[in-house]
């Protein structure tokens, strides 16, 4: 019996076990392909061998000749229909990205027919039996190609999709003719795939009894999903119910529509069978959704002792052949401008941000979204000015912070950055390394071994909210999410949540918000999402959103929960029920030892004998609740110690440091396994994985032979501390952080090679950086020393 000398368990900030894990770990997971349908047909794409050409023919006889083949469908089958991603802006240019291509195609690799068989295997046969005849045409692979060449839209006959003049200053090109030092500077990174463990996979059926069609996926967005397939197929969106089960990772990938998708849907309900298409892996590297090819031209004035006066950007996005629905081409060049200051305080900025439409596949909010980026670009610039001014490269950093003290900060690029701990991460981090041995370690470089240390210090803003995300001027704006929690007659709970979790930990970290709030164990709190039947509505999963908005969501509605049972405790009790407490399954009286009643107990006598219960009109235990935040700022600082051998040009990352600071933690191993996997994630962007093409359009990487997708070799320990700044603008505390060990990572990898080539006369300004790059710039650089 709980007494007052007790403390009530609190299972917010508690290390509890993921409870997906044992199901996962056993082989009990329920993924799409896992859902068994013996009668299903089964669809394989035809997909154009070449990046750009015009489609004089489709011959599908041959196909169609084989026994067991049902159909072969082309656009015209499908009456020409596809996606239309809206930014209600005059300097965006939408462009439709038909389900199947037709007149044109605009990448190696994008569909233009679906096979339709009785198995897998020979659909994929007759796939290849599909004869496509394309006249070829010159491709536009990079943005250099751009200017002057043929348009892959006739709208944009200027080949940029999306042009952002989003900050202006006249008083900039002023403070920077002024300033002692001016940086001029360029920073490229790589093309890159997200490579979820799960590709895409979908199986559509269409439901007479409901006149509907039900469409089962590996997605992180149900609902636009929904959204997108109703209005390409004309159907209202009662007429379309998604399902996602358990899903094998996204990244940003899987939080748009994908065209295959909707066409599997429409064969569906043409056919009135259930139709199922997975993707492979060569599928997935080369024709589904990419990200982060980007250059930055950028202008930066110091003053002698280090301060920041002014900055201008010139961004430029290879954003592939069409905008992604339904967040646009624009998502990464929007991100990119508005978001590039920091944490830094830059009093004068200017920024124009574009995306040009090449002969690649469209890119979508792979993780992070342009922010591993602009945290290199500006870890870059603090680097370099420190060299150019003879100022310690940490010291460069804390006078150009955002400090404690200056919160709420406006920054110049109009955005309020809540509360943070900037300075003490980067002071955290740095103490870290210190007592890590990794400065001896750095001084201990020979011409054997070159030792460098790296610092990143950035913010990640997360649960963009609806008033935040209007501001992008996307036609469909997401941001709340709601929540509907109820207990049952047996005390157990249901939340449902717009969110869908794709190996976040949402069933265990949801449930501990819920039990604290109810004063129940975990255990008895049962999250249900991804299903848009189950769920009013919500936006999905991505952007660091979910456990802060979708759990924000259900935080409040819990927490009308818990004022319900309160309510019917004083009765039982006869008591005030502002002096109930609940914790430890029971409902007790504040000050009173031994009086109470269990919540079990309340939630039989509301279902089973409410006529006991005086002046509650209301017969069962539920509420609704709902999140939509402004949006607010985690940070981190990231440090790693890199080594390099100048012969191979490999280079070992040997330690990662980070301290991050994302609020109210709710679960720190959750937490932390977000952070380890997101750096891995960054590391590799750094050093391993980048999506090349040839100057004819074909790609380079098929498979993980060629696409280098880390591995535990790759990856060295990550220590993970943790600084708590509590958001003002949530119900629980908490901040998102499922994307900043990504963000910090390949800025972090990179200073530190740069500072192992400390006394060589080259430095790196692009991602990834290989071997072979290396060896070459060793071998063509003299030392610092030679070069004076």
Not at 9 to 34: C, H, K, Q, Y
Not at 523 to 547: A, C, M, Y
Not at 669 to 677: K, L, N, P, T, Y
Request: charged letters at 25%.
């Amino acid at each position: 019996m709980t007494t007052p000398a007790e403390k009530p368990t609190r299972w917010v900030g508690n290390r509890l076990p993921r409870r997906e894990d044992s199901r996962m770990l056993r082989g009990a997971g329920r993924f799409t392909d896992d859902i068994a349908e013996p009668h299903a047909f089964h669809v394989a794409f035809v997909r154009s061998p070449v990046a750009s050409g015009t489609v004089r023919d489709i011959d599908v006889s041959e196909a169609l000749a084989r026994d067991g083949v049902l159909e072969v469908v082309t656009s015209a089958d499908l009456g020409h229909v596809g996606l239309t991603a809206v930014l209600e802006r005059d300097e965006f240019i939408p462009t439709l990205m038909p389900l199947l291509a037709h007149d044109r195609v605009r990448y190696a690799g994008e569909p233009v027919a679906a096979v339709v068989a009785r198995d897998r295997y020979l659909a994929e046969d007759a796939a290849e039996d599909v004869v496509v005849d394309i006249e070829e045409t010159p491709a536009v692979m990079t943005i250099g190609d751009v200017p002057g060449s043929v348009p892959l839209h006739d709208d944009a006959p200027e080949g940029v999709l999306v042009d952002l003049e989003m900050f202006t200053d006249d008083m900039l090109d002023a403070e920077l003719a002024a300033a002692d030092l001016v940086l001029e500077e360029t920073f490229r990174s790589g093309r890159v795939h997200a490579a979820p463990m799960e590709p895409r996979t979908c199986l559509a059926e269409w439901v007479d009894r409901d006149e509907q069609l039900v469409l089962t996926l590996s997605t992180q967005v149900p609902h636009q999903v929904r959204t997108g397939v109703a209005l390409a197929l004309g159907l209202p969106e009662r007429g379309v119910r998604v399902i996602a089960p358990d899903v094998g990772g996204g990244f940003g990938l899987k939080c748009v529509v994908g065209r295959e998708e909707v066409v599997v849907a429409a064969i569906a309900r043409q056919c009135r069978r259930p139709v199922r298409w997975s993707e492979d892996r060569q599928e997935n590297l080369i024709s589904s959704f990419h990200g982060r090819e980007q250059e930055y031209h950028v202008r930066a004035g110091f003053r002698a002792d280090g301060t920041l006066v002014g900055l201008d950007a010139d961004i430029r996005c290879n954003i592939g052949a069409y905008s992604a629905y339904p967040f646009s081409c624009a998502v990464e060049p929007l991100m990119a401008a508005t978001e590039l200051p920091g944490v830094y305080k830059v009093p004068r900025y200017a920024a124009r941000a574009r995306g040009y439409a090449t002969n690649k596949p469209p890119t979508a909010p792979y993780r992070g979204v342009s922010r591993p980026q602009i945290v290199m670009v500006m870890e870059g610039l603090m680097d370099r000015a420190a060299d150019r001014l003879g100022i310690d490269r940490i010291d460069i950093r804390r006078l150009n912070t955002i400090a404690s003290e200056d919160f709420p900060f406006i920054g110049a690029n109009g955005i309020t950055y809540d509360p943070g701990s900037y300075l003490e991460s980067l002071e955290k981090c740095l103490d870290e390394t210190r007592a890590s041995g990794w400065w001896e370690r750095r001084d201990s470089s020979d011409g054997d071994r070159l030792y460098g240390i790296g610092i990143a210090n950035f913010s990640e803003r997360t649960a963009y909210g609806t008033a935040t995300m209007g501001l992008r001027k996307m036609q469909m704006t997401p941001g709340f999410e709601v929540s509907h929690v109820r207990m049952d007659a047996s005390g157990d709970v249901v939340v449902t949540s717009g969110t869908c979790g794709h190996g976040q930990g949402h069933e265990t970290t949801f449930a501990q918000i819920v039990a604290d709030r109810l004063g129940i164990h975990p255990d008895r709190v049962k999250l249900r999402q991804g299903d848009t039947e189950v769920t009013s509505f919500g936006w999905g999963t991505f952007g660091s959103r979910s456990l802060v908005i979708g759990g924000g969501a259900a935080s409040v509605a819990s927490g009308r929960l818990a004022d319900q049972l309160r309510e019917v405790a004083a009765d039982i009790l006869e008591a005030d029920a502002g002096d109930i407490e609940l914790a430890d399954g029971k409902a007790t009286v504040r000050g009173v030892e031994g009086i109470g009643v269990s919540i079990d107990e309340i939630a039989a006598s509301v279902h089973f004998r409410s006529q006991t219960l005086t002046g509650r009109g209301d017969h069962l235990l539920e509420a609704r609740g709902m999140a939509d935040p402004p949006g607010m700022f985690s940070n981190a600082c990231h440090a790693a110690l890199v080594e390099i051998d100048p012969g191979t040009g490999g280079v070992d990352v040997i330690d990662y440091i980070v301290v991050e600071d994302c609020g109210v933690v709710i679960n720190p191993m959750i937490v932390d396994g977000q952070v380890r996997g997101g750096v891995a994630q960054g590391i590799a962007a750094a050093l391993l994985e980048e999506l090349a093409y040839s100057a004819e359009g074909q790609p380079g990487a098929g498979t993980f032979m060629d696409y280098l997708v880390p591995t535990a070799t790759e990856i060295p320990p990550i220590t993970v501390h943790h600084l708590e700044t509590p958001s003002d603008q949530t119900d629980t505390g908490a901040k998102g952080m499922g994307e900043g060990g990504t963000i910090g990572a390949p800025a972090t990898v990179l200073s530190a090679i740069n500072d192992a080539l400390r006394h060589h006369s080259t430095r790196f300004q692009h991602v990834p950086v290989t071997p072979a790059q290396l060896v070459d710039a060793l071998a063509s650089a003299p030392t610092v020393q030679e070069a004076t």
